[in-house]
């Protein structure tokens, strides 16, 4: 069982950084990739980063070279850094455990967080 609780949202202007973390209970923590996932308002929730127990890291094309996730084992964390965030960023982020080579897809995810709120204002 792994339990996450996400935060570091909040309100940022254009063009600002936010750290997001996601804290795992749980023993197992360093056996699963980790992944970030978005939903905005009106619209499905999308693949955002992943980082796997290896440290191999993919992006969404719309946060490349704009966000890095990554991830301390011993406690038990991953985090995503926004760096030059847009209004279009604006969604509540989750983090989300997984067993699966197959990391855009939300389903693979065992476990989820309660999501954190991001608000990027123009």
């Known amino acids: 069982q792994v339990q996450l609780v996400e935060s570091g949202g909040g309100l940022v202007q254009a063009g600002g950084s936010l750290r997001l973390s996601c804290a795992a209970s749980g023993r197992t923590f360093s056996n699963y990739g980790m992944g970030w996932f978005r939903q905005a308002p009106g619209k499905e929730r999308e693949f955002v980063a992943y980082?796997?127990?290896?440290?191999?890291?993919n992006y969404a094309e719309s946060v490349k070279g704009r966000f890095t996730i990554s991830r301390d084992n011993a406690e038990k964390t991953v985090y995503l850094q926004m760096n030059s965030l847009k209004p279009e960023d604006t969604a509540v982020y989750y983090c989300?455990?997984?067993?699966?080579?197959?990391?855009?897809?939300?389903?693979?995810?065992?476990?989820w967080g309660r999501g954190t709120q991001v608000t990027v204002s123009s």
């Open positions: 989300a455990a997984s067993t699966s080579a197959i990391f855009k897809v939300e389903y693979n995810y065992r476990y």
């Open positions: 980082i796997s127990w290896l440290t191999i890291t």
